[in-house]
Nanobody
Framework: EVQLVESGGGLVQAGGSLRLSCAAS????????ISWFRQAPGKEREGVSC????????GYADSVKGRFTLSSDSAKNTVYLQVNSLKPEDTAVYYC????????????????WGQGTQVTVSS
């Protein structure tokens, strides 16, 4: 059974940092791409960044470039999202999701999702 479990969210002041984790199980880690998405209240789910099957980071949303960094540890089957210089507009539930083959495409192409971790940034 494919499982994705996010952790590391919390309440931080503007300018602060967090490291989000996505622990994957139930599938061969490098056979799937794993992406981070986020969804703020009243807004559509937004793609943040993606780890390809070869371990490369494929893109960042314009809104997070230079502040967020995706990394992974294949030995631990875990993908991380380091979020720095947080802004109130980064407040959202952050999800990781998995799919086969490619980072291309939006959230609707991902069949597997974690439960999400809440990030709240106070001004």
């Amino acid at each position: 059974e494919v499982q994705l479990v996010e952790s590391g969210g919390g309440l931080v002041q503007a300018g602060g940092s967090l490291r989000l984790s996505c622990a994957a199980s139930g599938f061969t880690f490098d056979d799937y791409v794993i992406s981070w998405f986020r969804q703020a209240p009243g807004k559509e789910r937004e793609g943040v960044s993606c780890r390809s099957t070869s371990g490369l980071t494929i893109g960042y949303a314009d809104s997070v470039k230079g502040r967020f960094t995706l990394s992974s540890d294949s030995a631990k089957n875990t993908v991380y999202l380091q979020v720095n210089s947080l802004k109130p507009e980064d407040t959202a539930v952050y999800y990781c999701a998995a799919r086969r083959y490619s980072c291309a495409g939006g959230a609707s192409l991902y069949p597997y999702w974690g439960q999400g971790t809440q990030v709240t940034v106070s001004s």
